[in-house]
Structure formats: C-alpha cells, structure tokens
C-alpha cells in the first residue's frame, strides 16, 4: 500500500537555525498539508497546498513558515528561524482528492527538537 | 467554530470485552466526522469516517461508529477488544464548506487494553 514518507525522523537543531522538514506525498495525490502535534497534545492543522499554492493556513503558520513543492515529488516545510515552542511532532498528509469526505494519509512524522 | 471533545484521556478495558471512545462535536452545518488511531512513533493511519446516510459506520481492524444527530456524538466502538487495540486514538472533523480541507482533532483517548 502506498505511504507518505517524511524524513528525517528525528531533527535536533539549535535554537535560531533554519530547518526543513521533507515529505514525500503518494504519488497521485494532489492535495497536501502540514500538521505539528506539541508532546501530549492534540495534532493541530498547520497548513493546506494544492496546485502549488497554499489553500488555507493556520495562525501557527506565521512568516518564519513556508512550504513549497520543488519537484514532482518532494513537499517541504521550512522553518527560518527556530524557537524553542517549534519543537513537536511535524507530520506531513495527503488526499488524492479535495471534498471534505477524502481521508488524508499520514507520514510516520518527524520529531524537531530545539535546542 | 468548529470543535471536537474526547472527554477521557485514557480508556481502560479487558481484552474481549466491547470498547467504547466517546466523541462529541460542534459544528455548522452537516459534520464530516473521523476516526484515526496513532501507535507509538507512527502516524495517524485512518479507521474509518462518517459522511451520510447509515449512522452505524463500519471500519478497519473490526472497529465502528455510531453517529447520533440528536447528541452530537461519533463514538467509536468495537465488539470484543484486543491488546493490540492499544494506543491513542483521534476523532476528528471537517467542514462541509469549500475552501476548508483541513481536519480539527480532539484531543485524543489512549487506549488501553489488558490482557
């Protein structure tokens, strides 16, 4: 069965550093988003991107944010300048269609840790 | 606004006996409800989702929900529980409104089942 597939698993970077999270949809999927889950907490919606645009995003999702698409395959977010409240569980989705019935299907995550 | 409660953070039940993971919802309009399990240092893998029609959804791994209009409520069950049943599970909405793809979790019911 196809998988959304993000690495790194687990990222440590100092505080201040820029970081990017990659994520690799399923392959015929058009629609594709960003949530975090902070230690113990609910997984909140960061943000949504289809046709290399982003859809709707959250007030988490503040300038030092940004994702993009770089090739067919690739769905990254970029973190400029990092804080210590960044560190969560990044978790990347994806739907191969947009009605609010299509399930997303998630990646294993990647656990970003600031130092 | 929209918003799902789990009111339990953990659940407890004996292996082979029924389960139940209370969800309740708020919002506008006809709800696009879900349920997603996550094991430890996984993802959130989708079980099941109710869109229309029969209030009883069934899913994977056995489990289904009852959606009840009257209570605002998504429970999820299953019939006899299994130790590997154990981890937390999200119940989730989405709007039924164009422009807003994104999910809004509760904030998860571990699961625990004892042998």
């Known amino acids: 069965e196809p998988e959304v597939t993000q690495t790194p698993s687990h990222q440590v970077t100092q505080m201040g550093q820029e970081v990017i999270l990659r994520c690799v949809p399923i392959s015929n999927h058009l629609y594709f988003y960003w949530y975090r889950q902070i230690l113990g907490q609910k997984v909140e919606f960061l943000v949504s991107?289809?046709?290399?645009?982003?859809?709707?995003k959250s007030e988490i999702f503040d300038d030092q944010f940004s994702v993009e698409r770089p090739d067919g395959s690739n769905f990254t977010l970029k973190i400029r300048s990092t804080k210590l409240e960044d560190s969560a569980m990044y978790f990347c989705?994806?739907?191969?269609?947009?009605?609010?019935?299509?399930?997303?299907?998630f990646g294993d995550g990647t656990r970003l840790s600031i130092l | 606004a929209q918003s799902v409660a789990q009111p339990e953070d953990q659940v407890n039940v004996a292996e082979g006996n029924p389960l139940t993971v209370k969800c309740t919802y708020s919002v506008s309009g006809n709800p696009y409800l879900f349920w997603y399990v996550q094991y430890p240092n996984r993802g959130l893998q989708f079980l099941l989702k109710y869109i229309t029609g029969d209030n009883l959804v069934k899913g994977s791994y056995g489990f289904e929900a009852e959606f009840n209009k009257s209570q605002t409520s998504f429970h999820l069950k299953k019939p006899s529980a299994l130790v590997s049943d154990s981890a937390l599970y999200f119940c989730a909405v989405r709007r039924t409104t164009s422009g807003t793809y994104k999910y809004i979790f509760g904030t998860g019911t571990r699961l625990k089942v004892l042998a």
């Open positions: 989705a994806s739907s191969e269609a947009a009605g609010p019935g299509q399930p997303q299907h």
């Open positions: 991107f289809y046709n290399n645009e982003i859809s709707e």
